[in-house]
């Protein structure tokens, strides 16, 4: 498999057609990626309290079990009427009617309202029996403590929120693969759904690979460096939902390797290996993959640059990633294909995950791009006043500090030469980092 | 103060002068409003393990405090080489270099490379002494053990990052304010940063008051309702990097307010009483809020629809808030006015917090707005061939659901009384739920 990236010249290490075949085949297109990626799904269901709920993707619809409101309320401060009463009022000539008691906070109505009466109400308070509108208190001027003139007429249902406005008994409020947000959870309060079906949080377990790597807590020796990717990999699951799961780092060799991909696949619901830049590192990710049973290979190389030397396969319905060591490949390969994953894995309905926000912004100077792959480059954000601006970083795509540095990336399609200073460009947002994850 | 939210003839209950000067200038303009939130700032720092940091802010400027990466390293698979060896070298005329040994990983070099030398290297391997580049092995050809053709020159620090070449020894990492990403946490743990000095996350008390609410586990009697804010205004903070501390339900009446109001501002940063949107409640928040020592009234009035009735004050160094009981209109309120303040609590240095992301649509009809306030009008966003279209939401402001079917909110300014079908208009999104906040 060494040739893969290399030249055509090192396909002789391919010693069978099936090699061969793959060679040719496995080397995917972003959108094949994409599309392969996108027959991943959740790994199961369970129920989650409201205050434990936001984010989280609902495994079923979800059906009103009453009306919501349960009775109709009045949306302002006033008197309700019977609007018939008020028609033709207006300043010069206010309609006069008599106060038969008021409706207070959380109680039935004890009064009902006939023919020329009104009763004071608060808003949110419970229309009385006879009563179909609401006078703001603006236009109502009480004369004593029972004449009541009213300078404007109401239309029947004004200043009313019937039964059932919000949502109807029987209605779906919520379906299946939506992810909750804020107000979602206010509608299944009002409903009184105290806890929700949805699927559970994708549990990823995270290995890197490297003679080279230490733990953080270690002070690398000369040839060392300390181990990024846990760090990067980890945040990157959580904001998106998923759970890591991180396994520790591991030798490039084939057993202990092959050890932790079977602990994670007998632990998460996908494996994430990283490392492996390196020629052989890369064969042995592969050749550990190859060893599970019933293991598919669906991609071995992408076009893309940074990120291409990047695996995935398959073992059952649990996804098997082989990422770049170098963290900026990783993180690219991240943002551009694992987070679609993970939006599957979580069970967000096909085309509606939730994704990085794209911003359009002009760019600011020209960038060459071979063809034959996709660029992902790196760019600045920043307000001028022709609007928003994208301003390339460069610098060696193996350094973190050019994603640090960066505010998202600008993708340079196929069969594009490059992009053009005062083009239009899309740019990725990386957005994590700046609402407050827990 | 009953007046301030009726027209004028209402002003007669306003019984001082000192009244009445508050009536005309505590009903503010959201930019105002904005500008006084910006006042508020951190309650303190803590250290956090970088597992736990992802979207915590900086309360230091980070400096490196070695260098990143320490040593020379090769970002390709090939062979470590000097660079004038290889000059003039091509297709053609390969240059011929001894091969004198490799450079095993996480190791330094067993060997120096002398002029006409070269060592066998991978990706993330040390330089080794000698070398100062690395040609990439598929321009190299071995042509025995020890003899190998380089059929391309490189120049020197080709294909090598040099010691701090991601960040120099004593550089500023990251800078105070700044939101933690997850590149950012993968830079601080290729430096060796295992914890980080982050302000502590704003802990917002909440309470719902109103005489007509019921916790969501009880089954409402006629005239109640359950607690939405509850839910809707957790979450929110939740997702604003804010920890929620629910202090319960409250009748509307005054101790059990002050009492709660109290316990509010010993246990959190900032207190948020939703409910109130009735004239009496509004009263009994602001007579509970004005008793409290050195309480200072800020805002009594936002000019904007929904929301109106906000009261904002401080209590020495932290914000009391007054939200509106209608949910709609008190998440109108939280995504303009309470997510900034929340992003000052939390330390975000000026203008650049996290924000809602912005996306520029096309308006799909004309929408009306009196002038005179800044309507916040719900808008559903699609995509069209004329790209992102923005369709409001039409439905009485108080019902929840038209924040369901919502993705976003459009301000209609001040002085505007409306907008166009056609007009490009700018959509503060709703973009919670979407990613997986835990």
Same mark, same amino acid.
Request: aromatic share 6%; hydrophobic share 40%; glycine share 14%.
């Given at each position: 498999?060494?040739?893969? +990236?290399?030249?055509?010249?090192?396909?002789?290490?391919?010693?069978?057609?099936?090699?061969?075949?793959?060679?040719?085949?496995?080397?995917?297109?972003?959108?094949?990626?994409?599309?392969?990626?996108?027959?991943?799904?959740?790994?199961?269901?369970?129920?989650?309290?409201?205050?434990?709920?936001?984010?989280?993707?609902?495994?079923?619809?979800?059906?009103?079990?009453?009306?919501?409101?349960?009775?109709?309320?009045?949306?302002?401060?006033?008197?309700?009427?019977?609007?018939?009463?008020?028609?033709?009022?207006?300043?010069?000539?206010?309609?006069?009617?008599?106060?038969?008691?008021? =409706?207070?906070?959380?109680?039935?109505?004890?009064?009902?309202?006939?023919?020329?009466?009104?009763?004071?109400?608060?808003?949110?308070?419970?229309?009385?029996?006879?009563?179909?509108?609401?006078?703001?208190?603006?236009?109502?001027?009480?004369?004593?403590?029972?004449?009541?003139?009213?300078?404007?007429?109401?239309?029947?249902?004004?200043?009313?929120?019937?039964?059932?406005?919000? +949502?109807?008994?029987?209605?779906?409020?919520?379906?299946?693969?939506?992810?909750?947000?804020?107000?979602?959870?206010?509608?299944?309060?009002?409903?009184?759904?105290?806890?929700?079906?949805?699927?559970?949080?994708?549990?990823?377990?995270?290995?890197?690979?490297?003679?080279?790597?230490?733990?953080?807590?270690?002070?690398?020796?000369?040839?060392?460096?300390?181990?990024?990717?846990?760090?990067?990999?980890?945040?990157?699951?959580?904001?998106?939902?998923?759970?890591?799961?991180?396994?520790?780092?591991?030798?490039?060799?084939?057993?202990?390797?092959?050890?932790?991909?079977?602990?994670?696949?007998?632990?998460?619901?996908? =494996?994430?290996?990283?490392?492996?830049?390196?020629?052989?590192?890369?064969?042995?990710?592969?050749?550990?993959?190859?060893?599970?049973?019933? +293991?598919?290979?669906?991609?071995?190389?992408?076009?893309?640059?940074?990120?291409?030397?990047?695996?995935?396969?398959?073992?059952?319905?649990?996804?098997?990633?082989?990422?770049?060591?170098?963290?900026?490949?990783?993180?690219? =390969?991240?943002?551009?294909?694992?987070?679609?994953?993970?939006?599957?894995?979580?069970?967000?309905?096909?085309?509606?995950?939730?994704?990085?926000?794209?911003?359009?912004?002009?760019?600011?100077?020209?960038?060459?791009?071979?063809?034959?792959?996709?660029?992902?480059?790196?760019?600045?954000?920043?307000?001028?006043?022709?609007?928003?601006?994208?301003?390339?970083? +460069?610098?060696?795509?193996?350094?973190?500090?050019?994603?640090?540095?960066?505010?998202?990336?600008?993708?340079?399609?196929?069969?594009?030469?490059?992009?053009?200073?005062?083009?239009?460009?899309?740019?990725?947002?990386?957005?994590?980092?700046?609402?407050?994850?827990?």
């Amino acid at each position: 498999m060494t040739g893969i +990236f290399g030249p055509l010249k090192s396909v002789g290490v391919l010693t069978t057609d099936k090699g061969l075949m793959e060679f040719f085949f496995k080397v995917k297109e972003p959108t094949e990626v994409l599309e392969l990626l996108s027959g991943f799904g959740p790994s199961g269901e369970e129920k989650r309290p409201l205050e434990d709920a936001l984010g989280r993707v609902l495994s079923r619809d979800l059906v009103a079990p009453e009306n919501l409101p349960p009775f109709a309320r009045s949306t302002v401060d006033g008197y309700a009427v019977r609007a018939k009463d008020t028609f033709g009022a207006g300043e010069s000539l206010p309609a006069l009617l008599e106060v038969c008691g008021e =409706v207070l906070m959380g109680e039935a109505p004890m009064v009902e309202v006939s023919q020329g009466q009104a009763v004071k109400i608060s808003t949110g308070g419970m229309i009385p029996k006879g009563a179909d509108a609401v006078s703001m208190l603006e236009y109502c001027q009480l004369l004593d403590e029972q004449a009541l003139e009213v300078s404007r007429a109401v239309s029947p249902l004004e200043n009313v929120i019937q039964p059932g406005d919000d +949502f109807r008994k029987g209605a779906v409020v919520l379906m299946k693969g939506q992810g909750l947000r804020t107000q979602d959870l206010g509608s299944l309060a009002g409903l009184g759904l105290g806890e929700v079906p949805v699927f559970k949080r994708p549990r990823v377990a995270l290995i890197s690979t490297g003679d080279e790597i230490v733990d953080i807590t270690q002070r690398p020796g000369p040839g060392q460096v300390r181990d990024i990717n846990r760090y990067t990999l980890g945040a990157f699951c959580r904001r998106n939902g998923a759970e890591p799961l991180y396994l520790g780092l591991c030798p490039d060799r084939f057993d202990p390797l092959k050890d932790m991909v079977q602990e994670g696949l007998a632990r998460a619901d996908t =494996v994430w290996i990283s490392g492996g830049s390196s020629v052989g590192t890369r064969d042995l990710t592969l050749g550990v993959l190859e060893t599970l049973p019933g +293991f598919e290979l669906l991609v071995h190389g992408i076009s893309i640059s940074p990120g291409k030397p990047t695996i995935i396969g398959r073992a059952g319905p649990k996804p098997l990633v082989g990422l770049p060591g170098h963290v900026a490949s990783a993180m690219v =390969v991240a943002e551009v294909f694992l987070m679609p994953l993970l939006w599957r894995l979580s069970g967000h309905k096909q085309g509606t995950g939730p994704g990085q926000s794209v911003a359009e912004a002009v760019l600011n100077r020209n960038i060459e791009s071979a063809s034959g792959r996709v660029d992902y480059v790196r760019v600045r954000l920043f307000e001028a006043k022709e609007g928003l601006v994208a301003d390339p970083v +460069f610098g060696k795509s193996g350094l973190i500090s050019t994603l640090v540095e960066a505010d998202g990336l600008v993708a340079i399609e196929m069969n594009t030469e490059g992009l053009y200073k005062g083009q239009k460009v899309k740019v990725m947002r990386f957005n994590d980092g700046k609402g407050g994850l827990s």
